[in-house]
């Protein structure tokens, strides 16, 4: 599938647009604003804020619609609640975004020239980059977080060109998952004779606005969480969806350092078993390419503390019966 941009005859598709947001403040206007004359309808679902997102939307022209807060909120709820409103329209295609982040010129053009041209792909998807990577090592490791191979995959993240006749035909996102929703709902989509498209193509800046590594933790938590969630629900399917994530998370953030504790009551020499650590670093680094190898390699071997935090909460949750809440990082 070419990412170029292709010329459209007659009227073209009908595009419309579902923006989440909590207390985005100037990066909701900042999203909607680069929406504008490029869609022709525009929802946005807020999930509780109280900055003045819900009047601010509104004076942009997008159609609002505020979650029940006696509900627990969720992104997948959110974007279901903007499906639904867009539910019987006369949209093609849906335009997701979530609220902190503004899309790339010429996007949306190229990604509807694809999804034409490719009638049984559901989902287009291109590159989302971090709006200031200079401000943190954070933002620098979610900018190549999303760098992603181009062309055909398994998944999309929150921003991504998708067909909404696809979309309904899988019932949508899950409304209870916390995070993870997206590649849960792709891997439901590619099973139902559906495929998924990263394109070489500009899609959206974000602002992830990470400055603290309690902020980096808890998106990392976050994830492992997702990993064990998504292994529980889809891992015995021929995809093993994210049984290897969370395997991973679970040795090398629990099982290896329990183990080192355990033979250290035996020998205090068993302490010396904590050096496949930086060992692991080195491999990482000298296997990876880039200025940023290094700081990529230590914290994806840092976050499996993190992301084991995250599963064996998942697990320990599950086993009570409980449901875990929104799991925030900013």
Request: proline share 3%.
């Given at each position: 599938?070419?990412?170029?941009?292709?010329?459209?005859?007659?009227?073209?598709?009908?595009?419309?647009a579902?923006v989440?947001?909590?207390?985005?403040?100037?990066?909701?206007?900042?999203?909607l604003?680069?929406?504008?004359?490029?869609?022709?309808?525009?929802?946005?679902?807020?999930s509780?804020?109280?900055?003045?997102?819900?009047?601010?939307a509104?004076?942009?022209?997008?159609?609002?619609?505020?979650?029940?807060?006696?509900?627990?909120?969720?992104?997948?709820?959110?974007?279901?609640?903007?499906?639904?409103?867009?539910a019987?329209?006369q949209?093609?295609f849906?335009?997701?975004?979530?609220?902190?982040?503004?899309i790339?010129?010429?996007w949306?053009e190229?990604a509807?020239?694809a999804?034409?041209?490719?009638?049984?792909?559901?989902i287009?998807?291109?590159?989302?980059?971090?709006?200031?990577?200079?401000?943190?090592?954070?933002?620098?490791?979610?900018?190549?977080?999303w760098d992603?191979?181009?062309?055909?995959?398994?998944a999309?993240?929150?921003d991504?060109l998708?067909?909404?006749v696809?979309?309904?035909?899988?019932?949508?996102?899950?409304?209870?998952?916390?995070?993870?929703?997206?590649?849960?709902?792709?891997?439901?989509?590619?099973?139902a004779?559906?495929?998924i498209?990263r394109?070489?193509?500009?899609?959206t800046?974000?602002?992830?606005?990470?400055?603290?590594?309690g902020?980096?933790?808890?998106?990392?938590?976050?994830a492992?969480?997702?990993?064990?969630?998504?292994?529980h629900?889809h891992?015995?399917?021929?995809?093993?969806?994210?049984?290897r994530?969370?395997?991973?998370?679970?040795?090398?953030?629990?099982?290896?350092?329990?183990?080192?504790?355990?033979?250290?009551?035996?020998?205090p020499?068993?302490?010396?078993?904590?050096?496949?650590?930086?060992?692991?670093?080195l491999?990482?680094?000298?296997?990876?390419s880039?200025?940023?190898?290094?700081?990529?390699?230590?914290?994806t071997?840092?976050?499996?503390?993190?992301e084991?935090?995250?599963?064996?909460?998942?697990?320990?949750?599950r086993?009570?019966?409980h449901?875990?809440?929104?799991?925030e990082?900013?």
């Amino acid at each position: 599938m070419s990412g170029q941009t292709g010329g459209q005859t007659g009227a073209g598709p009908h595009i419309d647009a579902v923006v989440i947001g909590r207390n985005e403040g100037a990066r909701l206007i900042a999203c909607l604003t680069s929406l504008q004359g490029r869609v022709q309808r525009i929802v946005y679902v807020d999930s509780g804020s109280t900055d003045g997102s819900v009047t601010a939307a509104q004076a942009a022209g997008a159609e609002v619609v505020a979650l029940d807060l006696s509900l627990p909120f969720t992104a997948a709820r959110a974007r279901n609640a903007g499906l639904a409103r867009l539910a019987g329209g006369q949209a093609d295609f849906v335009q997701l975004v979530d609220g902190d982040c503004t899309i790339a010129p010429g996007w949306i053009e190229t990604a509807a020239a694809a999804l034409i041209a490719h009638p049984k792909t559901a989902i287009a998807c291109g590159r989302r980059r971090e709006e200031h990577p200079e401000a943190s090592v954070y933002n620098r490791l979610c900018d190549r977080e999303w760098d992603t191979p181009v062309g055909e995959t398994t998944a999309c993240g929150g921003d991504a060109l998708a067909r909404r006749v696809a979309l309904e035909a899988v019932g949508g996102f899950r409304d209870d998952l916390i995070a993870g929703e997206e590649p849960e709902m792709c891997l439901r989509l590619r099973r139902a004779g559906w495929r998924i498209w990263r394109l070489e193509a500009e899609m959206t800046r974000h602002d992830a606005r990470i400055l603290q590594f309690g902020q980096w933790w808890q998106r990392s938590r976050r994830a492992g969480h997702a990993f064990a969630e998504g292994a529980h629900l889809h891992g015995t399917g021929p995809e093993q969806h994210w049984v290897r994530e969370t395997r991973r998370a679970l040795i090398w953030g629990a099982g290896l350092p329990l183990a080192i504790l355990l033979l250290m009551l035996v020998t205090p020499w068993a302490a010396l078993l904590a050096l496949v650590y930086p060992a692991q670093v080195l491999r990482l680094g000298l296997r990876g390419s880039g200025a940023g190898r290094w700081e990529s390699a230590l914290f994806t071997v840092l976050g499996k503390f993190a992301e084991a935090q995250g599963a064996l909460e998942f697990h320990l949750r599950r086993l009570r019966g409980h449901r875990r809440g929104l799991m925030e990082y900013k």
